[in-house]
């Protein structure tokens, strides 16, 4: 019953564990599932959904949301390809450029929630149709293709039979894990999440925080974007339409709280594995992809209740 309760009350051992059923299902079910490419093609996409998540978890952990992510990675697409086929930009340089623009993006967004004490809400949705108008705007709805091979090595290419993308978000999901875990910083951040008010109390200064979360959030959806230029070897204005779903698909079932104080780099990990998994085995199984949409709501819907079910667990177990 001990070992039970340990379970039923770690997130990452669940999380893991339904990763895990979820493999070992898809591999029994089609064989094309183990071959070399598809399991390339799954870390890539993989370490892609993760980043895109944490974009969104960043600010979650701090109690508010982003739903400018999409749209900020789009704004740094453009930035990518203008300053490399416009402007003649060697690729690291407009890498940083696109950093650059998603990070002033992300301060934006901060500056109007902490000075103007608009909630995040609002404010990112207002900000989505900016951003997303400027990247129209700016591009027309032409997509910068003159895109040098050599920036396509992290996209394109594999180590160890995973793409070079997978081993980059592994790297930076450790870095995320030692600042929430052991920084003063990443403490701070989870504290304001969890009580904002009793933070505050606590000689946080809150406001910061909130504004150093939407920064961080603004440079890693700009960097998912700099790295997703990498794979496709363009820069497409339409990139991060869909990324708001996912970003809260992954985040919510890798067990970052809505409500804010809660993150686990390796619960990231293990919930872009999931909802990868699943689109990918809908296409090998050849299920309706029009479903997919549905399909991805209801796993949102399903961790959200599994979430709410543990939290009454232990409550129960703590009376």
């Known amino acids: 019953m001990g070992n039970l309760d340990r379970l039923v009350r770690n997130k990452d051992a669940g999380i893991a564990l339904s990763a895990l059923l979820l493999f070992v299902g898809f591999s029994l079910s089609s064989e094309s599932f183990l071959s070399a490419y598809n399991l390339f093609n799954i870390s890539r996409i993989i370490a892609f959904s993760a980043f895109v998540a944490l974009a969104q978890a960043v600010v979650l952990v701090a109690g508010g949301m982003n739903l400018s992510v999409g749209a900020i990675g789009g704004l740094a697409t453009i930035a990518t390809g203008y ?18 623009i ?30 997303t108008g400027l990247v129209h705007g ?7 293709t003159e895109i040098p091979r050599g920036f396509t090595f992290l996209g394109r290419q594999k180590f160890l039979g995973l793409s070079n993308l997978f081993w980059v978000m592994a790297l930076v999901l450790l870095v995320t894990h030692y600042m929430f875990r052991h920084t003063v910083f990443g403490r701070r951040l989870l504290a304001t999440g969890g009580n ?16 150093s979360s939407h920064i961080l959030s603004g440079g890693l ?27 809260f698909a992954v985040a919510i079932v890798g067990g970052t709280g809505l409500a804010g104080g809660s993150i686990s780099a390796l619960g990231l990990l293990m919930g872009a594995f999931i909802i990868v998994l699943i689109k990918n085995g809908l296409v090998l199984l050849e299920a309706n992809v029009y479903y997919e949409q549905a399909f991805l709501g209801s796993i949102i819907l399903l961790a959200v209740v599994v ?13």
């Not at 959806?221 to 970003?247: C, E, F, N, Y």
């Not at 979430?307 to 009376?319: A, G």
């Open 83 to 100: 300053g490399i086929q416009v402007l003649g930009l060697p690729g690291w340089l407009a890498g940083s450029l696109a950093l650059a």
């Open 221 to 247: 959806a700009a960097l998912a974007a700099v790295l997703w230029v990498s794979r496709m070897g363009s820069a497409q204005p339409a990139t991060g339409k869909d990324w708001l779903i996912t970003s």
């Open 196 to 211: 904002l008010e009793a933070a505050r109390l606590s000689g946080i200064n809150t406001d910061r925080m909130l504004l």
């Open 138 to 144: 700016f591009s027309e709805g032409y997509a910068y």
């Open 307 to 319: 979430s709410r079910l543990r939290d009454m667990y232990d409550e129960r177990l703590e009376r």
């Open 102 to 131: 998603g990070c002033t993006a992300g301060l934006l967004n901060g500056l109007i929630i902490t000075r103007l004490k608009i909630n995040s809400f609002v404010t990112t949705l207002a900000t989505l149709f900016v951003f």
